[in-house]
């Protein structure tokens, strides 16, 4: 039997001051690129001890390399770049803030491995298993431009053998889980979903390994229970930010019997600390309609927005309140 | 033949050239500059993408909308009844507005675009034309805890509108174009947009547009045909049926062409523009085509908007050259 409510994290944690300015320097051509990676160990050392000294279960190796989910793949500077990407000019994604929205400008191809060397030194440093992580190809493709190909269905195609060629190395190094987040998946649900399914699917046919997939905001309403269809394990979701809203979808319409479910219980947008007796009344709950052993617990989201002592606060106040719950419910 | 843009206009633009306004609206978060400040590096950002308009060729301009946070929030601070909600993605875009919300009766307390109207028209040689989100659209957008009944508050916002477009037009605006990018999304809610469209613009006496974008008009054109603007802009790209609507028929206004992609960095030709508005010519005379992007520009870097606006213009003097 598989544990009860297995604790972990969605991907990315704050990068420390020291290494924020190596990126900036980096960036601007002042500092080795042997120098940044040095710190980028350092810092991710220091986060894997943070989450075994919180003690959660499944670790993350939290993303230091790393400045944005698709841009890390396309361009940018310390990044590892897919062969037919590189960075475009600066958009506006809200009020005052911009990116640079990555430009798939030739046909897309896998350069050689670019995040096994991190996932091994992450894994390296603990006992726990520490997760594989990459952009899906449909979010891959969605939030870029796209120069190239003649439909979104060639380019989210041909992302797909990009990332797959990219799991079977993550797999061949060892990994035991691999998430690949689509936090994309519902910009044109009616459109689009099956094509992000069958994406899916060619990523992970037939790989020996456990798949997990981060679905974040946006309307989550609008693709349950369609997203049950994904060939992954473990969906997770943002339920705290709802304040546990997408529970009424699974009241609805189950999970699916298959699939674990993974809950986010602390809003990863607010620096207010959640009291651990409100994260244990959501995993209360959510564990009114799934047995614990398909519970996995987790942050909203990834904690890169927030300071380093308020993303350890928060996985704390989730430590805590699991560890009650298990206890109260005499789980393991 | 006109060409010109069919909303928003890039803010910033990339290195080497400074990002004026981004560096202006963080030093005013961090309370190193006033708000007056602010509004004049507002004004300064304003005349320069009026003259890469202007250099781009346009016939014409529009203030790109510098001031605006995004095409709905601009609207709902200058209007009694709003509070100011939390980011939603605006339609199947990754940008993001923070979402109106209707909490009392919608008001008008005084012009609120004018003041920007006559900044621009004064610093560009050619006309400009006023921009508004459409009452439909602004409803469709925002939620709404006071009225409950979706036609009362369309209705409500083109009154408030309509006060705001007279006093455009007592400025001397001689264009005003709404933006209803929400009705082909609904397209149920034409005989709605009507009542309201009827309510804004009634006596107001300059040339009119109504655009849309991201989908195409399909099934919806000889309910656009009714509605008293002079010009409907359609966008071509995202809305690749406008094609065959458009050969349905009949269409009987202005055509605002949507179709250069104003969401991707792919550079169309001049010789494939210039294609494309020979094609449409052969359903719309050229006398009654207006030639725009697919949407506002702000979904693509500055120096590609400019660039494209640039092979638009360019593609509108080879189809006319072809057909003198």
Redesign the interface.
Known sequence: MSAALVTTAVGSYPKPDYLARARSQFSQGKLHREELEKLERQATEFWIRSQERLGLDVLVHGEMERGDMVAYFAGEPGGRTIEGMKLGGLVRSYGNRYYHKPVIFAKLGWPGPMTVEMWRYAQSLTDRPVKGMLTGPYTMVEWSFDEHYPSRRDAVLDMAKVIRREVEELVKAGARYVQIDEPAIHTRPRQDFDLAIEAMERVVEGIDCEFHTHICYGEVELIYPDMLRLPVKQIHLAFKNTNFEYLKLLEEHPFDSDKDLGVGVVDVHTHLMEPVAEVKDGIRRTLALLPPERVWILPDCGLKTRTVEEAEGKLRVMMDATREIKRELELD | MQTTVAGSY???P?RPRP?RL?QA??RR?RGEITPEELARAEDEVTIEVIQEQLEAGLDLIADGQVRW??DQTHIARGLEGFEIGG?V?YF?T?????QPAVSGPIGWPGPFLVRDYEFAAAHSAKPVKAMLTGPYTLAALSTDSHYGDRRRLVLDLAQALHQEALALAAAGAPFIQVNEPAIVHNKDDAPLLHEAITRMLDGVGTRTALHTWFADAAGMLPLLNDLPVDVIGLDFVWGPANWDALKAGPFTKDLGFGIVDAR????ETADEIAAQIRRVAELVPAERLYVNPSCGL???????AFEKLKRMVEGVRRAEAVAV
């Open positions: 890039p803010k910033i990339n990002a981004r609206i963080a978060d946070d995004d980011l993605r199947d990754n940008t993001y507005y923070r991707n960095t792919r550079m702000e979904y693509l870097p500055r120096e590609v």
